[in-house]
């Protein structure tokens, strides 16, 4: 535990040092508050640009709350996940490229430890910066739309948050025996978007994928409740990211660091 | 008391054999330079006894490892070593002490002292990124060290830096010597003399001489006998070399080369016989061959 | 002009001053950094030009992270 503490607070310093903790919470911030300000503001944007063309009548349907929270949800789902697999990419691979892991790895530092103490680094960061866009936008979405019921807002910002913790994970994963950072961004995001797409075409087949953590979430958003698959979809997600952690362990101590 | 033993170790990269099978042992107390030319091996030897790389085959036995994992035994500086740049070298030193199982006040306290030790104290608060090339080996050293590991495994610790630098890494290991078993490679047979007491000798993955400085040099530094003629330098000495017992001979253009065993006892026979017929001799020479040949005639093998 | 007094400029300034931030913490950074991936100019160029993501970008991709 004590040697975990010293790899842990070794990421949160890092993280301090190179401005991590303050841009990514900004930026996870701007992604998510720019949408519901940009429904708002739909019809003065539109008169900016010219206005609409003499005679044209355009109804522009005013957004339901629920709808401008969950147009930020999908600002993270591409945005967001984009930075999070950017910023988690290099987290091991770029230790072992630079060289710095053959220092470190010859000290006896549990493989274990060392893996998760940078997952659980990332994890801090991620959901701190999450929380604080989220948690924004559901304010913003209240002043200029309506207030959506604070528990929605809990129980939603939980639910999708599975979803950024798989991805997160799964990046972890592939750090652990890639030794390129930018292979794994690659193959990370590929995977992402790939899981994503097959997800939302099938998704009579595939019901329980965390790539339709998403989904549900908005059904949550839009007061709708608690849809069945959720559950389930939960479990499976949470089981599959203990699952890659553990993977990324075992396969991490069997490789050759140098 | 051997501090590990290695036993048929070996190691290829795709279809070529790296490491050709290798024993050795290394013993408590003493410093051993894993000598030998760029691409013998030197590097993957290493990297195998740090545990960063898997040999294929053979065993690495440390004393006293618990499980297999040697890591608290063995303190490793690679050849271009890497730091995180963003940290100080006192946080660093701090980081890999408590790494290694030191408690905070003990890292913080081993920190300093090593700082002082290998001579960084004045740049400890400075971030490592801004460090020069000898102060980042200084740093290694330390790193390597911090937990008074029983074996100490330096690659090419002098090899980058200039003269100067040179020296004082090398008066380091000295100091070194003292507290614990070292383990260092090198290309230059000088460093290796200069702070060993012994040499395994490394070429093309294969451990071609080992021993101590002074058996080597017993066993090497052979006596030669250089002579000159003014024309067939090549018959004369032939025929010279039937009187004494000699153990090679080497002709070389217009010098030839007799190595043997009792110098003075070949020097008197060779003189009267050289006198007695009246041999045209322009040069008669005594010397010693170094370890450098030794060195240089397996090298170019 | 009109449009703008339909804005309400408390619930704008807040992503107006986010952004300003991360210019600022990204300038500071650019010029205390040693090296960068890529000319140290153009990462200033982008910074400053590029709305919202250039100080990302930098952030990013030009911090030499080891």
């Known amino acids: 535990m004590k040697q975990w503490l010293t790899l842990y607070k070794k990421e949160l310093l890092e993280m301090v040092r190179n401005y991590k903790w303050i841009w990514v919470p900004l930026t996870f911030i701007l992604i998510a508050v720019k949408e519901p300000m940009t429904l708002y503001y739909m019809p003065q944007i539109i008169d900016s640009l010219g206005g609409l063309p003499e005679g044209a009548v355009i109804e522009l349907p005013v957004p339901s709350a629920g709808e401008a929270l969950a147009a930020s949800l999908s600002q993270y789902n591409t945005l967001g996940v984009l930075i999070i697999v950017l910023i988690t990419m290099g987290v091991i691979a770029g230790e072992r490229k630079s060289g710095v892991a053959g220092i470190i790895l010859v000290k006896p530092v549990s493989y274990a430890r060392f893996v998760t103490a940078k997952w659980a680094g990332v994890m801090l960061l991620i959901w701190f910066s999450y929380f604080c866009g989220y948690f924004l936008s559901w304010y913003y979405v209240g002043i200029l739309f309506e207030f959506i019921s604070f528990t929605d807002f809990i129980q939603s910002f939980f639910v999708y948050g599975i979803w950024l913790t798989f991805v997160l994970t799964i990046t972890i994963f592939f750090n652990s025996f890639l030794q390129s950072p930018g292979a794994v961004g690659f193959i990370t995001m590929g995977i992402t978007i790939l899981l994503s797409l097959v997800s939302s075409s099938l998704s009579h087949l595939l019901d329980w994928s965390p790539a339709l953590l998403s989904v549900y979430t908005n059904t949550l958003i839009m007061g709708n409740g608690f849809p069945e698959e959720l559950m389930p979809t939960i479990l499976i997600s949470l089981f599959m990211i203990i699952l890659s952690l553990f993977a990324s362990i075992a396969i991490f101590r069997k490789r050759e660091l140098a | 008391m051997p501090v590990v033993s290695i036993n048929g170790l070996k190691k290829r990269f795709q279809d070529q054999e790296v490491i050709k099978g290798l024993d050795f042992q290394l013993t408590e107390g003493k410093c051993v330079a894993l000598l030998g030319a760029n691409g013998a091996g030197k590097t993957t030897t290493l990297k195998m006894l740090s545990g960063l790389m898997k040999p294929d085959s053979g065993t690495i036995v440390f004393e006293g490892a618990e499980k297999g994992d040697f890591r608290s035994l063995i303190g490793y500086l690679p050849q271009y070593p890497v730091f995180y740049d963003w940290m100080t070298g006192r946080e660093f030193l701090e980081y890999t002490g408590k790494l290694a199982g030191l408690s905070n006040k003990e890292a913080k306290g081993r920190a300093q002292e090593l700082l002082e030790l290998v001579g960084i104290a004045d740049a400890k608060n400075r971030r490592i990124g801004k460090y020069s090339g000898g102060m980042k080996q200084r740093l290694g050293i330390a790193q390597a060290i911090i937990h008074r590991p029983k074996l100490v495994m330096l690659d090419e610790p002098v090899s980058a830096l200039d003269p100067f630098g040179r020296r004082e890494v090398l008066e380091l290991m000295e100091k070194l010597k003292k507290e614990t078993t070292i383990l260092f490679s090198t290309h230059i047979l000088n460093d290796a003399e200069e702070v060993c007491d012994e040499i395994l000798f490394l070429h093309n993955g294969k451990l071609v001489e080992a021993g101590t400085m002074s058996q080597l040099k017993d066993k090497h530094q052979q006596a030669k006998i250089d002579l000159v003629f003014k024309e067939n330098t090549s018959r004369y000495s032939e025929e010279l070399s039937v009187l004494y017992p000699v153990t090679s001979i080497k002709i070389n253009g217009e010098k030839a080369s007799l190595f043997v065993e009792d110098v003075e006892g070949a020097k008197k026979l060779f003189l009267t016989e050289i006198t007695s017929r009246n041999l045209p001799l322009i040069k008669f020479e005594i010397s010693r061959t170094s370890l450098e040949d030794v060195f240089m005639k397996v090298v170019q093998k | ?66």
């Open chain 3, 1 to 66: 002009m009109e449009i703008l007094e339909g804005i309400n400029w408390a619930i704008l300034a807040p992503i107006v001053i986010i952004q300003l931030i991360l210019m600022v913490v990204a300038i500071f950074d650019l010029v205390r950094i040693e090296k960068t991936d890529g000319p140290k100019w153009v990462w200033a160029l982008v910074i400053l030009f590029i709305n919202l993501l250039g100080p990302i970008m930098y952030f990013i991709f030009g911090r030499r992270s080891y």
